[in-house]
């Protein structure tokens, strides 16, 4: 019953916001507390078309032959799916109940921009594009924000190393 009303939830506050306070919505959520000078942030250091990229979503994007994300625990999936580069777009599947994907799921780039950026690739925008991107669920509260800062991202963030990746492009949900 609570994936019916996650979904119709997010389908109303999508259609009919002002109906919503949102500031009010986040004085529930607990912030996190990061120490000055830990966030890993690097600059560009080399023109974007020598560049080559990734793409990271919390848009709940997996691949139809992977597992879905969790929508049964309260405090959502802290764990991520590789989607390989060359993944056909009728290849990709969303599940993630928090927000309204009725124009993803038409077409994935509205979260997922791997098309647009082949493209930019193809314009020499870019240099190249990793072998992998990857995608996480958004809505991740509880214990699960500790599993995501001490395990999930830092593991994605080494495979995107690993990958020699200089730019990583962050898509929300």
């Known amino acids: 019953m609570s994936r019916i009303k996650n979904k119709l939830l997010a389908s109303i506050i999508t259609r009919f916001?002002?109906?919503?306070?949102?500031?009010?919505?986040?004085d529930k959520v607990e912030p996190v507390s990061i120490e000055e000078g830990t966030i890993p942030w690097t600059r560009v250091t080399?023109?974007?078309?020598?560049?080559?990229?990734?793409?990271?979503?919390?848009?709940?994007?997996?691949?139809?032959?992977?597992a879905p994300f969790d929508m049964v625990d309260p405090d959502g999936d802290p764990t991520y799916r590789v989607l390989p580069v060359d993944t056909s777009l009728d290849e990709y599947k969303i599940t993630h109940d928090y927000y309204d994907h009725t124009d993803a799921g038409k077409d994935i780039?509205?979260?997922?921009?791997?098309?647009?950026?082949?493209?930019?690739?193809?314009?020499?925008?870019?240099?190249?594009?990793?072998?992998?991107?990857?995608?996480?669920?958004?809505?991740?509260?509880?214990?699960?924000?500790e599993t995501l800062m001490r395990d999930t991202a830092p593991d994605i963030a080494k495979r995107l190393v690993a990958d020699g990746v200089d730019v990583v492009v962050l898509t929300p949900g």
């Open 46 to 66: 080399k023109p974007l078309s020598e560049s080559k990229a990734a793409l990271v979503t919390t848009s709940g994007v997996h691949l139809k032959s992977q």
């Open 109 to 145: 780039n509205v979260v997922f921009p791997v098309t647009r950026m082949e493209e930019f690739v193809d314009h020499g925008l870019l240099g190249s594009l990793a072998p992998a991107n990857y995608s996480c669920m958004g809505h991740i509260t509880g214990e699960h924000v």
């Open 17 to 26: 916001p002002g109906l919503f306070d949102v500031d009010k919505m986040m």
